[in-house]
């Protein structure tokens, strides 16, 4: 592939462009790698391109969630990696100079609130703007996916809303180039610029993931109770068995299959949603992971604390997600109380769901 550097700006007036990305909450309960539902915590990267500037590297600077710990160098940042393969992909090799990056994350890491799905769509919306791309939305998304496997949170992250999302059945050479490992779709770039980069990364396949959005009934709220541990979604999805028993996924599809549409329905139906947010594939076998998860998940109910819908793990955890229509505030003291009890101590966010997804404004 004929390599060449991204465009720049031009050399008077700097570029700049603001990229928001919102945190995401996947699962739901039975909708296991699924179903996704994209929330108001944003990751927001301010961007400005300036040719006249002397860096060849993005410089990159953080405030907020994850600030003390995530890589300032471009070649090991998720975000900035994530943009390099996009850019790669198209032909070109490096980063435009000049890039400066201002990241004000509110995600926080390792909770369970889809803070690499949205570091990877800041990162491949970033190599989209960066090289002048203008990727159609389903195309990022086939990137995205090269790079997180499960489509939940990625797809919620891009697109925004309560959505549902599968993978495609691929083709014997497309299923190779999917099962890359991720350390070769993001090969190790060399800390030296100048190095000449042994082998192009695969390009994802076209229409990898396929989604749909669903309803949301307004009266719907959402409370997150954040632990201050991380659970990394690796290690929670290590946890799984290989297999499950026939009954296990029965009793899963047949909730999935109602949850997704008494979501949408106004006044939402509280005994309806509490059972079909009931799971049987994830959330028995990560409760090692969360100190008194199933007591904390049986501690409020519908006949408990009036206008509780629903209550789950929130993506791999250890975040829980409680919906409700009402009493959020008392909904949000049972669980912290609950975690007291483990000597964990949370906070709790009360949040909407965000129907827009990740946007690029520029200035
Ligand atoms: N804004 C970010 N910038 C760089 N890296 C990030 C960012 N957000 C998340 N990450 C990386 O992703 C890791 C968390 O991912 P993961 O274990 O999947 O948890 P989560 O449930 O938050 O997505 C962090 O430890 C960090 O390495
Ligand atoms: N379906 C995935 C979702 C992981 O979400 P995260 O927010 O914990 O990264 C899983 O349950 O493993």
């Known amino acids: 592939m004929a390599s060449s550097s991204a465009a720049t700006s031009s050399s008077s007036s700097p570029r700049r462009f603001t990229i928001k990305v ?9 909708g296991f790698d699924v179903v996704g539902l994209s929330l108001s915590l944003y990751l927001t990267l301010k961007v400005t391109v300036d040719a006249n500037a002397s860096n060849a590297l993005p410089t990159l600077s953080y405030t907020g969630e994850g600030a003390s ?15 390099l393969y996009v850019l790669r992909c198209a032909g070109v090799n490096s980063f435009p100079h000049g890039v400066d990056i201002k990241v ?11 803070s690499s799905g949205a570091a990877v769509i800041a990162g491949i919306l970033l190599g989209d703007a960066l090289g002048s791309l203008k ?3 389903a195309r990022l998304l086939d990137h995205a996916l090269m790079i997180e496997r499960h489509p939940d949170n990625v797809t919620a992250a891009l697109m925004g809303g309560f959505v549902g999302s599968y993978l495609l059945d691929l083709s014997p050479e497309d299923v190779q180039r999917k099962a890359v490992p991720l350390s070769e779709v993001l090969p190790e770039y060399p ?3 100048g190095e000449e980069w042994g082998r192009d990364p695969p390009s994802p396949p076209q229409g990898i993931g396929h989604f749909i959005k669903f309803g949301w009934a307004k009266e719907i709220k959402v409370i997150a109770i954040i632990p201050q541990f991380e659970v990394s979604t690796a290690k929670a999805r290590s946890a799984l068995p290989d297999t499950y028993k026939k009954e296990d996924l029965i009793f899963n599809l047949q909730r999935l299959a109602v949850l997704t549409t008494a979501l949408a329905r106004s006044p939402p139906d509280s005994y309806l949603i509490f059972q079909a947010m009931q799971d049987r594939v994830h959330q028995p076998y990560r409760k090692h992971l969360i100190p008194g998860l199933p007591r904390i998940l049986s501690s409020v109910t519908p006949q408990s604390h009036p206008g509780l819908l629903g209550i789950c793990l929130s993506g791999a955890g250890p975040t829980i997600l409680a919906l409700a229509t009402e009493n959020q505030e008392s909904i949000a003291k049972t669980i912290v109380e609950e975690f007291a009890k483990e000597d964990i101590k949370c906070r709790s966010e009360f949040l909407v769901v965000t129907e827009e997804g990740a ?5």
Request: net charge negative.
């Open 22 to 30: 919102p945190c995401t909450s996947s699962n739901i309960g039975p």
């Open 69 to 83: 710990e995530a890589p300032l160098d471009p070649y090991k940042n998720l975000t900035t990696r994530c943009a």
């Open 104 to 114: 004000n994350n509110e995600v926080p890491f390792g909770r369970g609130l889809g």
């Open 191 to 193: 800390s030296d610029a």
């Open 135 to 137: 990727l159609s939305r």
């Open 359 to 363: 946007v690029v404004t520029e200035e």
